[in-house]
């Protein structure tokens, strides 16, 4: 697609659930990120997906967060038995890299998640 | 520990004037300095980025300095318009490319 692609845009649930989120990169980008952005807060990191090598779990919050990516396309954010402090709007992007410069990374619009 | 840090929540300007938005850094070791505009309800946008080896770089209206002695940079607008207004994020990498990302300063250009 022409850009980053992301579902749902709004997720409402209750605390204890588990909640998937997904991400549809921009075709051909091989690295895909997911950061989250509490209220009042920036954007924080969690986690980096690049071409085949290990992701960068650093940022992750706890145990409860994990992600997968299908090659260089779609991942899919999990956050298992939420809790409130987990509300927040979860951005992935994508980026193209190898070459050289600064890579620019292409946010999708997000999904908001309440928990409840 | 905040690695980047916009040290001020919101700036408000006048159309026509200057917008200057500042960014603190810690890291020594990052090589690349970008600036992204979020409106709300949509994801963040690039908007300027700047090497580690220059202390300027200009694009239309937008400007960012760099001084790394002082592991400062700015972001100026000018002249600023209302369609300005937005949250503008500053975000550094460390040659990896993953961005930390500073805490945001909501700009408000009034007519």
């Known amino acids: 697609g022409a850009g980053v692609s992301q579902s749902p845009s709004n997720k409402v649930t209750e605390k204890g659930k588990d909640v998937e989120l997904r991400c549809d990169p921009i075709s051909g980008h091989t690295a895909l990120y997911w950061y989250r952005q509490r209220l009042g807060q920036g954007l924080e990191f969690l986690i980096y997906?690049?071409?085949?090598?290990?992701?960068?779990k650093s940022g992750l919050p706890s145990d409860r967060f994990s992600a997968e990516r299908t090659g260089e396309s779609v991942s899919t954010l999990t956050i298992q038995r939420t809790q409130q402090e987990d509300s927040a709007v979860y951005l992935c992007a994508s980026s193209w890299t190898g070459m050289a410069g600064a890579n620019v990374l292409t946010f999708g619009a997000g999904s908001r998640l309440t928990v409840l | 520990d905040q690695q980047v840090k916009q040290n001020s929540p919101s700036l408000s300007v006048q159309e026509g004037r200057i917008s200057i938005l500042n960014c603190d850094y810690t890291n020594s070791m990052f090589d690349y300095f970008l600036w992204y505009k979020k409106y709300p309800a949509e994801g963040p946008t690039f908007l300027i980025s700047i090497s580690s080896i220059k202390d300027k770089n200009e694009d239309g209206r937008f400007t960012v300095f760099l001084n790394k002695s002082a592991k400062h940079l700015s972001l100026h607008i000018v002249p600023s318009q209302p369609g300005d207004s937005a949250v503008y994020f500053c975000a550094a990498r460390e040659n990896t490319d993953k961005l930390i990302f500073g805490t945001g300063t909501r700009l408000q250009v009034f007519p």
């Open positions: 997906f690049q071409g085949n090598s290990a992701p960068d």
